[in-house]
């Protein structure tokens, strides 16, 4: 039986009993007046000895005091998911009134969280750490509002009251370290074919403790006639350095490329972590400001949608944390006065990626030796530093330095906000080169980034640029060459099954670099599509040879139908000469096809009729048709039949699936031409080892979240393809963002008959490369209705009722049941319905196995007068 079956066929019995607890509760909302409301309890039934004591709820107060989990929100914004104490309010004529009866109890720190400006304040320096503040009285126009049915607390702050912090900001003291554990990633992929088989496996491992993070990449591959090989890819330690918002990497990396082309070491890094700060301080955006006769509600729109949106006090104003958006945009600035005159302005604006916000500084440093897994290249030990800082008036200072034995290299540049002409940067880099022949050189770059937008026309510069080298100019991967000229091979096959030498690179320093130019282009053509155009050259000294990549390309879609054609120029210098190619591809709903009206919500509807096409300058063309798909309740299996031809190959064609699972991915497929049949798989995954065992999962990202819910086997995640708890109730979400709040939701429409979830949603924020655990409290058991006797007559309306040793608590409704979930087979139910010693009654009962295939058990116990029974004997 489906859930939501069982949930009304529950409610159906209850009917009696939730129209008394709706009765009930529309007396715990407090009446405008001084006079003590009364609620008679022979509204619930003539017997009055029949009902429990609820003298709270009569007075107002409709929920009991406590600890409870709750989401935090501050003026509308998300703070944080905790588990915080609640008091009765106040209920003094002229209180503020709840509408759940509970305040929440907020120490100092608590405030400091919620941005409050503690200094504006000298009240609360009386306040000892831990003790509740009396949030309404010390802050004026304060409130605090507890939706217990959301179990979400509604915080109001006046904008005076709240610190200078950015947007999305979430202090340090939320970021969570995660647990210590051992993580590995796993990928084996198979070919077996007309005499040629391949094997791939890649190996991520990781150990995690505290903030450090030990991580290794390698790699074992094998092919026909050549064996198997092992490769280490690199071996690293990192960790973050909150208090520079930086993060430090000791081993194998790669630099950043900023400033200078990254590069591979093995060393040391300290580099600032853009991840750290929020959103709204990320990239560049112009610093807005203005004037405000009163108070003032400032709007910051681009491209006619509202960014930003603040108040602010009389005078001057700056706004430094807008989230960026576009690359360009103007923005339109309006500052709505009270009473109801505005200004309006606009600030122009766009960006390049050499750009930092005014008053931001990144900084990368770099020491160790070069790495760039080629043999024919030496691994010199070098140094970097980079800092990019951002200025007033829009201007972005920037520059750099290399050094190693036989290089030398300094930049210096700068960026500009130029409104509405765009956004631009220049940089100048001089070099001191030895190469490997002995010959020193010298030489400038000099670098030209540009980017801006035509909102009005659609169209959208996002990078134009141009770097010019002197002929004596060349880079430390220049210099860590050893020789003047040379290829670098690798084995591959030729189409017969035969392995092969294949150039897979080259290079010769005779011919330094000159010039380099680089664009991306993108036009809208509103609903007719958007043209792009993408591509890079890059000239030498002294031959006329170049490396070069265009691509031309038009797109757009209709209903679902989703089309593109495109053109590419590519050509390398010393390895083949120019190839030209032009695309076609179509995409079609098989629901289209069929005239339903498209939805995905169907496997018709998720299901697709492809073809593409495609010819080259050598006259070689192809084409390919087919269909895919999603498959599955969880449209977990990926599908795809394809069937071509080609002028030089013949017929062809493909079959392939990928199923998305609890433990892992897998894939199969199969494929043929004139020349060769070929079967390949997939299997790929993740494991980590904690503190409460081992959990396998899907591949894992960089940052994780391992789910703990004890005893919840079997239920999904939410938005996660595939993911479900174990047979243990541990699942892996992966690919978590760093610094930020991660929702984390099960599905409780999955859950079986007999587990429940008090709290379904969890709440974390992880630090870079953390394995953050989320807790859920899974309750395992039955679900039951028991009528409690006791004395010959019906436990009381509204007691409570718990189970002694699982604690599992219920209430009673009418006809004296109580509706308790997560019971054993068989225990002892506590109830209790007043304060004296002869109010209580313990109930024991055992239930049949048979009642597990159940959605709801119904049974009856006696219950016996506890009366002379030791508070320590009845838990």
């Not at 009134?97 to 400006?117: E, H, I, M, Q, Y």
């Not at 051992?182 to 391949?198: I, V």
């Not at 039951?784 to 006797?789: E, F, H, P, Q, S």
Request: hydrophobic share 35%; charged share 15%; with cysteine.
């Amino acid at each position: 039986m489906k859930r939501s079956q069982r949930c009304r066929a529950r409610t159906g019995r209850d009917g009696p009993r939730l129209a008394a607890l709706a009765a009930l509760m529309s007396v715990w909302y407090p009446v405008s007046g001084y006079g003590e409301s009364y609620f008679n309890p022979a509204f619930l039934s003539e017997d009055i000895a029949s009902v429990a004591d609820l003298t709270r709820f009569a007075k107002g107060h409709g929920q009991a005091p406590g600890v409870y989990r709750v989401d935090v929100w501050r003026n509308d914004e998300f703070i944080a998911s905790r588990d915080i104490r609640f008091d009765e309010a106040p209920q003094a004529p002229g209180a503020s009134t709840k509408s759940s009866g509970l305040t929440p109890c907020l120490d100092s720190d608590w405030l400091k969280r919620l941005g409050v400006n503690m200094r504006a304040f000298p009240t609360l320096e009386k306040y000892r750490k831990g003790e509740c503040v009396a949030l309404e009285q010390t802050i004026p126009g304060a409130l605090a509002d507890l939706d217990f049915a959301a179990l979400r607390l509604n915080i109001s702050l006046p904008q005076a009251s709240l610190s200078n912090s950015a947007r999305g900001y979430i202090p340090p003291e939320e970021w969570d370290e995660g647990i210590p554990a051992a993580l590995l990633n796993y990928s084996f992929t198979g070919n077996r074919g007309s005499g040629d088989d391949s094997y791939y496996l890649s190996l991520q491992s990781g150990l995690n403790y505290g903030p450090w993070r030990l991580r290794n990449n390698g790699s074992w591959s094998h092919a026909s006639g050549s064996g198997g090989n092992w490769r280490n890819i690199g071996t690293w330690v990192q960790r973050a350095v909150v208090a520079l918002k930086s993060d430090l990497v000791m081993g194998d990396s790669n630099s950043g490329n900023e400033v200078y082309d990254s590069l591979g070491f093995r060393g040391v890094r300290l580099s600032s972590s853009d991840s750290m700060y929020p959103d709204s301080l990320q990239g560049y955006a112009p610093t807005v400001r203005g004037i405000a006769r009163g108070n003032a509600k400032v709007v910051v729109r681009q491209n006619g949608y509202v960014i930003y949106q603040s108040y602010v006090s009389p005078g001057a104003f700056a706004i430094n944390d807008l989230n960026p958006t576009s690359s360009s945009g103007d923005l339109e600035v309006t500052v709505e006065e009270k009473d109801g005159s505005r200004q309006q302005y606009t600030v122009p604006y766009s960006t390049v990626p050499m750009l930092q916000r005014e008053g931001r500084l990144k900084y990368e440093l770099v020491a160790g030796d070069f790495r760039s897994g080629s043999a024919q290249q030496s691994t010199p030990f070098f140094v970097q530093g980079t800092a990019i800082a951002g200025l007033p008036r829009g201007y972005t200072l920037y520059g750099g330095s290399q050094v190693a034995s036989r290089y030398k290299a300094v930049t210096l540049g700068a960026g500009k906000n130029m409104g509405e002409w765009g956004a631009v940067s220049l940089d100048m880099t001089h070099a001191n080169s030895e190469l490997s022949d002995g010959s020193r050189h010298q030489g400038q770059s000099l670098r030209f980034l540009y980017a801006k937008s035509l909102n009005p026309y659609g169209t959208n510069f996002q990078l134009l640029g141009y770097r010019y080298s002197t002929r004596g100019f060349y880079t430390l991967d220049d210099v860590a060459w050893r020789s003047i000229e040379g290829y670098e091979y690798e084995m591959d096959s030729d189409g017969d099954g035969h392995r092969v030498p294949v150039a897979r690179s080259y290079h010769n320093l005779r011919y330094s670099k000159k010039g380099r130019f680089q664009i991306n282009l993108s036009q809208s053509l509103g609903g007719y599509g958007s043209l792009y155009v993408s591509g890079s050259q890059q000239t030498y000294w002294g031959t006329s040879e170049s490396n070069t990549w265009y691509q031309l390309g038009y797109s757009g879609g209709w209903r679902g139908i989703s089309y593109s054609l495109s053109w590419s120029w590519n050509k390398s210098m010393g390895l083949s000469d120019s190839d030209r190619i032009v695309a076609l591809n179509l995409s079609v709903p098989l629901s289209t096809l069929t005239g339903r009206h498209y939805l995905r919500e169907t496997a018709l509807d998720r299901a697709y009729a492809t073809f593409g096409a495609s010819r080259n300058s050598d006259g070689n063309s192809s084409w390919q048709t087919g269909v895919g798909g999603t498959l599955l309740e969880g449209h977990n299996l990926n599908y795809s039949v394809n069937q071509g031809h080609s002028n030089t190959s013949g017929s062809s064609g493909s079959l392939n699936a990928n199923w998305q699972g609890t433990y892992g991915t897998l894939g199969a497929g199969y494929n043929y031409d004139r020349n060769q049949h070929q079967y390949n798989w997939q299997l790929s995954g993740g494991a980590v080892a904690h503190a409460n065992g081992i959990t396998l999962g899907q591949a894992l990202g960089d940052t994780n979240v391992l789910i703990k819910a004890p005893g919840a086997s079997g239920v999904r995640i939410e938005n996660q393809t595939g993911v479900q708890t174990d047979w243990r109730g541990y699942a892996v979400v992966p690919y978590a963002t760093v610094y930020r709040y991660n929702r984390i939701a099960l599905d409780t429409n999955s859950m079986n008959n007999h587990t429940d979830i008090e709290r379904n949603v969890s709440s974390v924020v992880p630090t870079q490369g953390a394995l953050v655990r989320a807790d859920f409290d899974a309750r395992i058991g039955v679900r039951a209705l028991i009528a409690l006797n006791h004395n010959g007559r019906l436990v009381p309306f509204g007691a409570t009722v718990r189970e002694v040793r699982s604690g599992a608590v219920g209430m009673v409704g009418d006809e004296g049941q109580a509706w308790i979930s997560g019971l054993p087979l068989k225990g002892q139910l506590l109830a209790q319905w007043g304060e004296g010693a002869d109010m209580r009654c313990l109930a024991r009962y055992a239930l049949p196995p048979s009642v597990m295939n159940k959605p709801v058990a119904i049974t009856a116990a006696n219950c016996l007068s506890v009366s002379g029974m030791t508070q320590e004997g009845s838990q």
